[in-house]
């Protein structure tokens, strides 16, 4: 016996030390569960002492330091992580988001797409390509999961101008918009444009403003109004409120309200949209109701397909039929409408892209249209 226990003394830790590891990380993620971020990163911190290269442990770190508002330093983990197993879809995931959050969105998707390859029905992973591309190819911003402290804002100007070619005598339009927007993933989001157009030898000058108000994890509210101070053929003011729900296997649903004042009548529409993003797809379908005073209630159908590659950039296709309420002179006429144009984003690097349009509007008898637009983004 006397020998027995000097042996035991050096093999008893050993044995013990690996049920005391796992205790320490579900303690952490029991932490964690209860929002105690603090106390579960001290934990870790106190197991990661004595085992510097459990993966679970600093998985959970990586993911609680994100949660923190920390993403940088979740991001040398992922680093770590993702030396070891680099198509564990997991830490890629995870290193999406805490990209995300960094302000980074470009890079996110890269790690984001290469996690929807290798495991193509890992539904978050998807929910959380659509935050990405939803929150930076739209003024609308998405949630970001569970305790996520606010991500770095990321802030966008674009400077575009565009030429409308129209047939049977009328003159052509010319437009120049400086468009602003303010984003944050989990945060509130705004945006503004200031924007002249002309048309039929006239000039009128306006302002838009907005905002994206996160309601909880799913739903979003996007109010939204538009002012010209002494219009001839634009409006005098607009009002828009749109709701919008997150919905599961990357859908969205969105509803919104818009009233638009002219000097001589006013137009109502009610609109229902219905996107799906998926890999590197996104489709949407948009169904107008308007009710144009003393002028029946067109009803028009949008459609819309897009197609993302090198992270934000992304090229697609718009089709428009149904009824629209146009302005011919200072008058509003409603005809049936077909349109196709062509659109696209391509991102030179993180900071500057260039943005262009391409397309075809045929507004009854009275004229076709056709047009160019090209723009210059800056991220900062």
């Known amino acids: 016996m006397s020998r027995l226990l000097p042996a035991l ?52 770190m990586a993911r609680v330091r994100a949660w923190q508002g920390r993403p940088e330093q979740a991001l040398a983990l992922y680093k770590l992580l993702l030396q070891r197993e680099p198509d564990n879809a997991d830490y890629l995931l995870g290193h999406g988001q ?18 929807a390859e290798v495991a193509p029905d ?22 970001a999961p569970l305790a996520a ?22 003159d052509n339009w010319r437009s120049q918009r400086l468009d602003y927007s303010s984003t944050q993933p989990e945060g509130l989001g705004w945006y503004g444009a200031l924007l002249r157009e002309q048309r039929f030898g006239e000039w009128d000058n306006g302002v838009e403003a907005g905002a994206v108000i996160a309601l909880d994890d799913n739903w979003t509210l996007q109010p939204e109004v538009g002012y010209q101070p002494s219009p001839y053929f634009l409006p005098e003011w607009h009002a828009d409120l749109r709701l919008q729900r997150r919905l599961p296997a990357g859908f969205l649903g969105a509803a919104s309200v818009r009233r638009t004042q002219y000097e001589t009548t006013r137009v109502d529409r009610l609109a229902l949209s219905a996107e799906r993003y998926w890999d590197s797809w996104r489709a949407g379908y948009t169904l107008n109701v308007t009710d144009v005073a003393n002028a029946g209630t067109p009803i028009g159908h949008d459609l819309a397909l897009d197609y993302y590659y090198q992270g934000l950039s992304y090229a697609g ?16 006429i409603t005809s049936d409408v077909r349109a196709l144009s062509l659109q696209g984003r391509h991102w030179l690097d993180d900071r500057w892209a260039l943005t262009w349009e391409v397309g075809q509007h045929r507004q009854g008898d009275y004229y076709t249209r056709r047009w ?9």
């Open 372 to 380: 160019l637009q090209l723009g210059l983004r800056h991220a900062f």
């Open 98 to 115: 805490a990209l995300l959050w960094a302000g980074q969105p470009q890079a996110a998707l890269t790690s984001l797409e290469r996690a």
């Open 149 to 170: 402290a606010p991500a770095q804002r990321r802030h966008e100007l674009e400077l575009s101008a565009r030429q409308d070619w129209l047939d049977n005598g009328f």
């Open 9 to 60: 003394a050096l093999v008893l830790p050993f044995l013990i030390t690996p049920s005391l590891a796992a205790a320490e990380v579900a303690t952490a993620q029991r932490q964690v569960d209860a929002q105690q971020l603090d106390a579960a990163e001290a934990t870790l911190e106190t197991h990661l002492a004595r085992q510097p290269d459990d993966s679970e442990a600093q998985f959970l």
């Open 317 to 332: 296709v718009r089709v428009t039929v149904g009824e629209e309420e146009a302005v011919e002179e200072q008058q509003l």
């Open 122 to 143: 890992y539904l978050e992973v998807q929910q959380v390509m659509q935050q990405a591309r939803a929150a930076l190819t739209s003024p609308v911003s998405a949630t």
